[in-house]
Nanobody
């Protein structure tokens, strides 16, 4: 079974920065599609950033140029560097480790969160 633990969320002022981390353990073999999604109260889930072994990372339009995703494969750790934060970035952030883009989409859009997430709150 896969176990994911996110950390790094905090309350910051607009313009600030945060670095989220996600440590994966357990059933991690072959899970090369990794990324972050977020959900704010009353809003739909949003894919934030995705990386896999076959293509360059992709970002939501709302965060491109401000967020950067990174991976430390030796540590099974995924990162999300978040700069120039805006109040609209306020949400619970979750990480995902999957074996395919199809599985990624299922987890992000059609299942309950499989980890506790980390809360990011940005005040104006």
């Amino acid at each position: 079974q896969l176990h994911l633990v996110e950390s790094g969320g905090d309350s910051v002022q607009a313009g600030g920065s945060l670095r989220l981390s996600c440590v994966a353990s357990g059933d991690t073999d072959g899970r090369t599609v990794m990324g972050w999604f977020r959900q704010a109260p009353g809003k739909e889930r949003e894919e934030v950033a995705i990386t896999d072994s076959s293509s360059a990372p992709t970002y939501a339009d709302s965060v491109r140029g401000r967020f950067s995703i990174g991976v430390d494969n030796a540590k099974n750790t995924l990162y999300l560097q978040m700069n120039s934060l805006k109040p609209e970035d306020t949400a619970m952030y979750y990480c995902v480790f999957e074996r395919s883009r199809l599985a990624w989409r299922f987890v992000v859009f059609h299942s309950s969160p499989r980890s506790q997430g980390t809360q990011v709150t940005v005040s104006s």
